[in-house]
């Protein structure tokens, strides 16, 4: 079946721009989570979704940074007036549920992101 | 989550058992062990997880110590494709949204 895909693969764009990253989850995944990595480091949480709503905001790193997600499915994560250090792949993931059994995380393919 | 001890790097002949352990001397009785992989430029990959059991599935084995201080994730027969990083994470499954937190990992290198 169909993974976890997202858009766009690569996103260049200019100091100032603003940004989205679409995630698609597994169909039927209730919790979704976004993650960010920078070149050579690990996974860095941003804030997860259960259903719609985002119990948790507490990894966003700036108020430039906000995510949604609509119909229990699609999220999308804006970056607005981007600067050079969110330079990183942005990777999303989902989980059947988000505790308890069918938890484990399966991740999408990520979007590299690079400001210039 | 307790914190997890892996070697930085392993090498294995292609075709053979890479065996990648992990210590997690302070586990708690409700935490689980999960292994997930990252090749390079991809997203991670969920590859197995256990409580106390031993686990196999189709692509690893999982053997757990009995008194769950370590674990051993097994590659039956590891392939040039299995090179990556190998992450061992100790979290709780009743903690709803609980984010993933990777640590160092193992650089696995299978060589023909």
């Known amino acids: 079946g169909a993974g976890v895909s997202q858009s766009p693969s690569n996103k260049v764009t200019e100091k100032g721009k603003d940004v989205e990253l679409r995630c698609d989850p597994i169909?039927?995944?209730?919790?979704l989570y976004w993650y960010r990595q920078s070149l050579g480091q690990g996974l860095e949480f941003l804030i997860y979704f259960q259903g719609n709503s985002a119990p948790d905001k507490s990894g966003l790193p700036s108020d430039r940074f906000s995510a949604e997600r609509t119909g229990g499915s699609v999220s999308t994560l804006t970056i607005q007036r981007t600067q050079q250090e969110d330079s990183a792949v942005y990777l999303c993931?989902?989980?059947?549920?988000?505790?308890?059994?069918?938890?484990?995380?399966?991740f999408g393919p990520g979007t590299r992101l690079t400001v210039l | 989550d307790a914190k997890t001890t892996q070697p930085t790097s392993m090498d294995c002949a292609e075709g053979r058992a890479a065996n990648l352990p992990c210590n997690h001397s302070?586990?708690?009785?409700?935490?689980?062990v999960y292994w997930y992989r990252q090749i390079h430029s991809q997203g991670p990959q969920y590859i197995i997880h256990g409580l106390k059991n031993n686990e196999t599935n189709e692509m690893a084995s999982l053997i757990i110590t009995e008194d769950r201080k370590s674990s051993t994730l097994i590659l039956p027969h590891a392939t040039l494709r299995d090179t990556a990083v190998y992450y061992c994470?100790?979290?709780?499954?009743?903690?709803?949204?609980?984010?993933?937190?990777f640590g160092g990992g193992t650089r696995l290198m299978v060589k023909p």
């Open positions: 993931a989902s989980s059947l549920v988000t505790s308890g059994r069918g938890n484990e995380q399966f």
């Open positions: 302070t586990i708690s009785g409700n935490e689980y």
């Open positions: 994470i100790v979290r709780s499954n009743n903690n709803a949204g609980n984010m993933l937190t």
């Open positions: 169909s039927g995944h209730t919790a």
